[in-house]
């Protein structure tokens, strides 16, 4: 016998599965049901966004998510980014696969440090990583939707969400099945043409009401390595600047550094490959600033 909590037995009437909503089909509601008790076993669930591509976007996700589980914590991240997965290549999960019963598909898992990552990616499906993944919104919703109602999470602190560049179907999607979310950590780099592609993401977030947990900078500054002179490659503070005159938090900036390209490219992020690193410490300090911004709120 069991103790599990279910929408049945749960007593939160401030759940939207508590009760059918007017007009929804017997099909729908349960459907509804199974993905909120998913949900509900995840303590945090934070949705990493940008406003344009090539940011780095799915590197910082990694790097916060890895960092998270080499804390201790039991972490998933869910790599939406269906045209461009590049997750399971930063985890040197390349070959992997998943498997399933019935309705239910098992994340990949990997141990790091004290805690473990599950890991759950489109490219896990694809026959090879080449393939082109030619899909119209609905399908990529239907697809969003199983990952997060299909797959067995489990109990998790933390689930980090790397969703593809722009506000379109996919964070939209995400935005919308996930209720309770704790919010967004956007990404940017220091340029004003990325700084303004992330105050329409900052706006995307107001407006399906996700809250901004906040900025972080990447890219920001190259410190050479004979000389010690920190070079501001792609312009300096557009972020923080950007993050104090649209009223959001700031949570720091990740340098640039020659082996975040190398760890990247072997799979194994840099706050675990070089943890004394300036990057990895950067990361380490916006790990702090979530607990800061209220995300980790049980400590």
């Known amino acids: 016998m069991t103790n599990e909590k279910t929408c049945q037995s749960c007593g939160d009437a401030q759940c939207s599965a508590h009760a059918k909503q007017p007009g929804e089909r017997d099909e729908e509601f349960m459907d ?14 934070v949705l990493v966004l940008s406003g344009k591509g090539g940011v780095g976007k799915s590197t910082v996700a990694v790097n916060l998510a890895t960092a998270l589980a080499m804390a201790g914590k039991s972490v998933g991240i869910l790599d939406v980014d269906i045209h461009g997965p590049s997750v ?34 489109i490219g896990f499906l694809l026959r090879d990583r080449d393939d082109a993944v030619i899909w119209r919104g609905p399908r990529k919703h239907g697809v969003i939707k199983q990952f997060l109602k299909d797959v067995e999470w489990g109990e998790l602190d933390y689930l980090i969400v790397d ?9 939209l999607a995400v935005a919308q099945l996930i209720e309770r979310a704790d919010g967004a950590v956007v990404v940017t780099t220091p ?3 990325s700084v303004q592609d992330v105050r329409r993401c900052v ?25 010690g002179e ?3 490659i792609f312009g300096a503070d557009g972020g923080r600047t950007m993050a104090k005159e649209m009223g959001v ?15 990247g490219d072997s799979g194994m992020p840099i706050v675990q490959a070089k943890p004394d690193s300036a990057t990895a410490q950067a990361f380490a300090q916006i790990v702090r600033c979530l607990a800061t911004n209220g995300v980790d709120r049980t400590g």
């Open 88 to 121: 399971p290549k930063l985890l040197h999960l390349e070959n992997a696969r998943i498997e399933g019963r019935e309705d239910t598909l098992f994340p990949v898992k990997m141990t790091v440090g004290k805690g473990v990552l599950s890991v759950m990616s």
């Open 191 to 193: 340029q004003e043409i």
């Open 32 to 45: 509804r049901q199974a993905l909120q008790s998913r949900m509900c076993k995840i303590k945090h669930k």
């Open 203 to 227: 706006a995307f977030c107001r407006q399906v009401e996700l809250k901004v947990i906040g900025v972080v900078e990447n890219m920001s500054g190259f410190t050479c390595p004979k000389c």
């Open 249 to 263: 938090p700031y949570l720091g900036a990740i340098p640039i550094e020659p082996a975040i390209v190398v760890s």
């Open 163 to 171: 969703s593809p560049p722009g506000t379109g179907d996919e964070p």
């Open 230 to 232: 920190l070079v501001s």
